[in-house]
């Protein structure tokens, strides 16, 4: 089984930046594709982005492409999701999530392999 465990949120500004972070343990999670969900209150828990295995293959949600960047070092079991030009809407609560399979993220939401706890972000207008 992979571990996760985020860190890096806090408050931003509109406009603002954060980098999130998530570092993996366990079973060989190098060989598994890495992404974000957010979850704001009283809403559904959406997919932000992925990333293959092989860091070359990433997708976004149309909400945050172009402002977010998701990126992995393999040597350190960790992905990263920098975030650029934070709105007020981008507030939520952010999950990192592992899965053997890159694809269809969004709809295989209740199924992927592993999930973190979870890191607050808010941005303040």
């Known amino acids: 089984q992979v571990q996760l465990v985020e860190s890096g949120g806090g408050l931003a500004q509109a406009g603002g930046s954060l980098r999130l972070a998530c570092a993996a343990s366990?079973?060989?999670?190098?060989?598994?594709?890495m992404g974000w969900f957010r979850q704001a209150p009283g809403k559904e828990r959406e997919f932000v982005a992925a990333i293959h295995s092989t860091p070359s293959n990433t997708y976004y949600a149309d909400s945050v492409k172009g402002r977010f960047i998701i990126s992995r070092d393999n040597a350190k079991n960790t992905v990263y999701l920098q975030m650029n030009s934070l709105k007020p809407e981008d507030t939520a609560v952010y999950y990192c999530a592992a899965d053997p399979i890159y694809g269809s993220w969004n709809e295989r939401r209740n199924s992927l392999n592993a999930w973190g706890q979870g890191t607050q972000v808010t941005v303040s207008s």
């Open positions: 366990g079973r060989p999670s190098s060989s598994y594709a």
